[in-house]
């Protein structure tokens, strides 16, 4: 991947980084070969350099799942999800076996219990983020050493916790429901309730998954809802952790953050909000600069993340790209910052 002005861009160049906007939103996505045409309308928007595709020294991104793995994942819980109608269930059990699916996948990888895992900020719907969360929170679990057959509930849980957000009629996303109406946000908080609702008569849901889709709002503290519970079990808390950070990352119900942003929340409310030990298991395996991320070195120089350091997930290897002077660095230069303790990050860019 190289930074490249708009300016030299003749067409046929491949997107390394999608295009976005100040919001997050995707103007063109990552892989979209650059048309002639293409060329003015990204001029207008104002965009005067992308990122395109370049055999030196690509970002290595190291996923908990495989992209097309997780796709093929998020359509079948979308297939199934989007013909759900209230207390109309046929379909919601073979989701059951998705969730297990799932479990087997990430445990069939020797190393998962390892690897620093580049989860990335993004705009996505509610199909995608329970999938996310499933990933995330079975591989908590997994590093916990918790039962396999007890996974199986937190997995199933976390493809259904958020199921009573399709019984709103307004958007939540990338939105501060903080920030909605009094009625809104009343109903907003209800979607708990609604998914436990739906799912409260079924025999193939164990009570346990269905009582963590019921409380995976609720906080330490008492002061989540439905319920203002304290008293919470290990596998709930497992999914409200999860939750929360993908939520932030991906703006269910409130405005999307960066990775270190989210990061930075949890260290905050760890033993306040959310169990520690969880939070910090949590934290073990994320990046906080996933592979691919712009950043500016405290030395003032432009760079992209491409890889990450075992164990120390907040100091990557970083390929410099620009000079102090916003100058292009044609020649490789990697500064990995495990071995050179004097610079630090400074900002993320992109």
Known sequence: MKLCKVSDIVGGEKLARPIMTSNYQELLAAGTVLKPEYIPKIVQLGIT???????KLSPEQVVILREDIEDFFTEKVRSVLERHVYNDNSDLEELS???????SNILSRDEVVEQIYDIKERSADIYEHCISVCS??????IKKKIDKKIIHDLGVACLFHDIGLRYLDFDYT?????????KSLAEYRKHPVYGYSSLEKETWISETAKKMILRHHERLDGSGYPLHSKDIDELTQILQVSDAFDEMICGIGCYRSRVYEAVEYLKIAKGVLFNEDIVNTLLDFTAVYPSGTVVILSTGEMGIIIRQNQQFPERPVVRVIKDVKGNSIEEERICDLLKVHNVYIEKVLL
């Open 136 to 141: 995330v929170a079975v591989l908590v679990a």
């Open 174 to 182: 990338n939105v501060d429901v903080e920030s909605l109406d009094e």
């Open 49 to 55: 350099e992308v990122f395109i595709e370049d055999s």
């Open 97 to 103: 076996k998705t969730a297990d699916n799932i479990i």
